[in-house]
């Protein structure tokens, strides 16, 4: 089989491989700090955000720290699945042409 | 290599330092290590200069409270609070945080990274839980005048807290770790020379430790 098929179209963008690398090594993210991170604008990181969610790879979490929203991000199980068979498939496409 | 086998490959570096990035606070400096290694050489020879010189004053002060019947075995606050080693020990550690305070700014900037985000806090956060959980247990042992374990205990606390420190920030930081707790332990049995000790660990470790990190991460 060829691996190129493994390859996930979601993850086909350095931003969105950005923000699954960030929420499968912490327990949740914020929106600044995912911010911060990629070096993006809002609207930006917004509907890449939107783009992951839709996909059911991440999960929004909104609260409040005293009065100001916070909203945080958390990879759900399935994105958790899909971006490890992605990084496989990309290591097993460098491996396969050496 | 062809060009989209280039791309996995970049692709895979990117998700990488994604994942270190956005768990660990990556700006710590090697020279922050070797500025506080260098003020805590310098507040050693200070203090055994004191040590040396005035034997007949604060230290035999605080021993003759310590053998007096009344007061057997407990010194107050403030003969601690007024000794100049005391007084030297605070000194040593507020230059040693500054100025590596400074070199860990810059270090950030440069780095592009937040100096207070959530990476720094949570790496403080954990430095702090063996630092201050040690810090009264120290306090504790002065108060009853066993004042001949405080240096190794200093270096096993210290080293703890590295240890539990290298999952939030440079891994290395826990080799640095191990080192201050080996040279902590092998002072329990050599009591008395907890200055030497102290000089080597604080000291001598974090300028070697300081001089690795700034080669492998910042030299250009």
Redesign the interface.
């Known amino acids: 089989m060829n691996p190129i098929q493994n390859l996930n179209k979601t993850f086909d963008n350095r931003i969105r491989l950005g923000i699954m690398s960030a929420l499968m090594v912490n327990d949740d993210i914020n929106f600044n700090d995912l911010k911060e991170l990629l070096q993006i604008t809002d609207g930006n990181l917004a509907s890449h955000i939107k783009g992951l969610e839709d996909a059911g790879y991440i999960k929004v979490q909104k609260g409040f720290i005293g009065r100001k929203t916070n909203t945080t991000y958390a990879a759900t199980k399935a994105g958790e699945k899909a971006f490890k068979q992605h990084i496989e498939a990309l290591e097993q496409m460098i491996n396969n042409s050496k | 290599?062809?060009i989209?086998?280039q791309e996995?490959?970049q692709?895979?570096q990117?998700?990488?330092q994604?994942?270190e990035?956005?768990?660990r606070f990556i700006s710590l400096s090697g020279l922050s290590g070797i500025t506080a290694g260098t003020c805590a050489l310098v507040g050693a020879y200070f203090a055994r200069n004191i040590i040396i010189s005035s034997k007949d004053t604060e230290l035999i002060d605080l021993n003759d409270k310590f053998y007096d019947t009344s007061s057997y075995g407990k010194i107050s606050i403030v003969d601690f609070m007024g000794n100049k080693l005391f007084h030297i020990a605070i000194i040593t550690f507020v230059a040693a945080f500054c100025l590596s305070f400074i070199f860990t700014y810059l270090r950030s900037k440069k780095t592009?990274?937040?100096l207070w985000?959530?990476t720094s806090r949570r790496l403080a956060f954990n430095v702090m839980i063996p630092m201050v959980v040690g810090g009264i247990y120290l306090f504790k042992l002065i108060q009853n005048g066993e004042y001949g374990v405080i240096a190794p205990g200093c270096l096993i606390f210290y080293g703890l807290s590295l240890i539990n420190a290298a999952k939030y920030t440079l891994g290395e930081v826990k080799y640095l770790g191990y080192l201050q707790l080996i040279l902590g332990v092998i002072n329990l049995w050599f009591i008395g020379y907890g200055l030497y000790f102290w000089a080597i660990g604080f000291g001598v470790l974090h300028i070697i430790y300081g001089i690795f990190m700034w080669n492998k991460y910042e030299r250009n």
Do not use: A, P, V
């Open positions: 290599m062809n989209s086998n996995h490959h692709d895979l990117h998700i990488k994604m994942m990035r956005s768990s592009n990274t937040q985000g959530t």
